[in-house]
């Protein structure tokens, strides 16, 4: 009887055992759930952009990868930026806020300035020669554990012994608190400049385009005491005149961005900076003028175009450009100009071209600044007539002939175009004998004033008359 039955259990289970289960991927709900979750459709926010991203990431390593076998040793110098809206786009906007979030809190503030002036003041030792106030290196150690301790670990780090060897020592070791002091503002306040212009820079690639310059201008007029009381309906004016001058200096190759470290190092910032101060004295227009950032440079600038522009059209015609400066620039000059800085219309007429706005700013900045590299660039494609590189006897000559028919034109003596000439090449030296090149008037420290005296006879006059200019500005200095 047990056996039977021993055999009949024995012969179920084989049985079952004979009959083999499907697979999980076969099964149909298997299927389905996979299809269901691998399109993202049954999971939450975080999980789909968990999804997105590790597809991402995946597809970029098998871009590289493939990339890579092509290319063999030669490295990519090329990388697609992401699209807007995308994924990788979002993810890189708050990667950027965050990290300039965390640089603009560990910035001291305007109090903690104050503090830190306090602190050294009161720490330092008086100077029985100078009455300079100074520190030496146990001083400096004592002073950085107590703002420290008043104000926080973010001022540590200018209280390096780095920092400490960077200024001047007398002969018992100490530096003056003042020039660190100014020290640490200026390291704050470009810290803060650069926060702010790279917060602008829309693609993260450290340029700024002009509208983001202009933007980057009008965040700063409240802060700035000589602009706080500008005009609502000159501020856009504004912005279009202050920001190409970056652009002159920090942009040589005429790309249409300028790089944020090119801008902070240069002078351009630190001249815009010069307008935080409040004047006490009343400063005259002319020392005004100067500044190509005050609001009475701008306001000439505005008012010569307009002055300009006869037929009211928004463009400067060439004869309309050649009553510029009094009309003191030679005709060969203004040709010159519109056909190296000027635009072509789409109307294509050669005749028709006339120059806008922007192209007039880069004009004036670079007759106002001859003396500056960029200057001397901006007029030497000028007087290069043939586009060679270079100048010769004949250019010199062709160039000067214009000075010297407005300068007989002025009731001046009669001079020799050779004479003149010769001047010119003494005065520049050319490792070329026979033809003067960009580098050359670079290198003679003279060649703004070379660019001058071809350009303008206003600019000649000046330098026939130096000698007499120089005793005119020594006499008063002597009386004073």
């Known amino acids: 009887?047990?056996?039977?039955?021993?055999?009949?259990?024995?012969?179920?289970?084989?049985?079952?055992?004979?009959?083999?289960?499907?697979?999980?991927?076969?099964?149909?709900?298997?299927?389905?759930?996979?299809?269901?979750?691998?399109?993202?459709?049954?999971?939450?926010?975080?999980?789909?952009?968990?999804?997105?991203?590790?597809?991402?990431?995946?597809?970029?390593?098998?871009?590289?990868?493939?990339?890579?076998?092509?290319?063999?040793?030669?490295?990519?110098?090329?990388?697609?930026?992401?699209?807007?809206?995308?994924?990788?786009?979002?993810?890189?906007?708050?990667?950027?806020?965050?990290?300039?979030?965390?640089?603009?809190?560990?910035?001291?503030?305007?109090?903690?300035?104050?503090?830190?002036?306090?602190?050294?003041?009161?720490?330092?030792?008086?100077?029985?020669?100078?009455?300079?106030?100074?520190?030496?290196?146990?001083?400096?150690?004592?002073?950085?554990?107590?703002?420290?301790?008043?104000?926080?670990?973010?001022?540590?780090?200018?209280?390096?012994?780095?920092?400490?060897?960077?200024?001047?020592?007398?002969?018992?070791?100490?530096?003056?608190?003042?020039?660190?002091?100014?020290?640490?503002?200026?390291?704050?306040?470009?810290?803060?400049?650069?926060?702010?212009?790279?917060?602008?820079?829309?693609?993260?690639?450290?340029?700024?385009?002009?509208?983001?310059?202009?933007?980057?201008?009008?965040?700063?007029?409240?802060?700035?005491?000589?602009?706080?009381?500008?005009?609502?309906?000159?501020?856009?004016?504004?912005?279009?005149?202050?920001?190409?001058?970056?652009?002159?200096?920090?942009d040589p190759n005429r790309r249409g961005k300028a790089c944020i470290k090119k801008v902070l190092l240069s002078n351009c910032l630190q001249e815009l900076m010069e307008l935080h101060q409040e004047s006490e004295e009343e400063v005259t227009d002319t020392e005004q003028a100067e500044n190509w950032f005050s609001f009475t440079s701008a306001q000439r600038i505005c008012d010569i175009f307009l002055a300009l522009d006869k037929d009211s059209n928004g463009t400067l015609s060439k004869q309309e450009l050649r009553e510029y400066a009094d009309g003191t620039l030679t005709d060969i000059f203004i040709e010159r100009a519109f056909d190296e800085h000027v635009r072509r219309g789409k109307t294509g007429g050669g005749n028709a071209r006339e120059m806008d706005f922007d192209s007039f700013l880069d004009f004036v900045l670079a007759l106002e600044n001859k003396d500056t590299p960029e200057g001397i660039t901006y007029l030497f494609r000028c007087l290069d007539l043939n586009g060679r590189g270079f100048l010769t006897t004949a250019d010199i000559h062709t160039l000067f002939r214009d000075v010297h028919q407005k300068w007989i034109e002025g009731g001046n003596y009669e001079l020799c175009i050779e004479d003149v000439r010769d001047e010119i090449w003494d005065m520049v030296k050319p490792a070329d004998p026979l033809r003067i090149t960009l580098s050359d008037l670079l290198s003679c420290k003279q060649g703004g004033t070379v660019c001058s005296m071809l350009i303008d006879v206003r600019g000649f006059w000046a330098h026939d008359n130096r000698e007499n200019l120089l005793q005119e500005e020594e006499e008063p200095e002597e009386e004073s």
């Open 1 to 250: 009887m047990y056996s039977g039955s021993s055999d009949g259990e024995s012969h179920d289970t084989s049985s079952v055992a004979s009959r083999k289960l499907p697979p999980a991927s076969s099964m149909l709900w298997v299927r389905n759930l996979r299809r269901y979750i691998g399109s993202g459709a049954g999971l939450g926010s975080e999980a789909l952009m968990e999804l997105e991203t590790k597809r991402i990431l995946l597809d970029i390593f098998k871009e590289k990868q493939q990339k890579s076998a092509e290319a063999g040793t030669i490295p990519s110098f090329y990388k697609k930026k992401p699209e807007d809206g995308s994924i990788s786009s979002r993810v890189q906007r708050l990667a950027k806020f965050r990290f300039l979030k965390k640089q603009s809190d560990q910035l001291l503030n305007a109090d903690d300035l104050d503090a830190m002036w306090v602190c050294l003041r009161e720490n330092c030792v008086i100077d029985d020669g100078t009455g300079a106030e100074k520190m030496n290196y146990e001083d400096f150690c004592h002073i950085a554990s107590v703002c420290t301790e008043q104000i926080g670990p973010k001022c540590r780090r200018f209280f390096s012994p780095s920092n400490f060897m960077k200024f001047e020592k007398d002969e018992s070791g100490r530096i003056a608190i003042l020039p660190f002091y100014l020290y640490v503002m200026r390291t704050v306040s470009l810290t803060q400049a650069r926060i702010d212009m790279s917060e602008l820079d829309e693609d993260s690639d450290g340029f700024l385009l002009p509208h983001e310059m202009e933007l980057y201008i009008r965040g700063l007029i409240p802060n700035l005491a000589q602009l706080r009381d500008m005009p609502g309906t000159f501020v856009q004016m504004y912005c279009r005149i202050a920001a190409p001058k970056f652009f002159f200096f920090c």
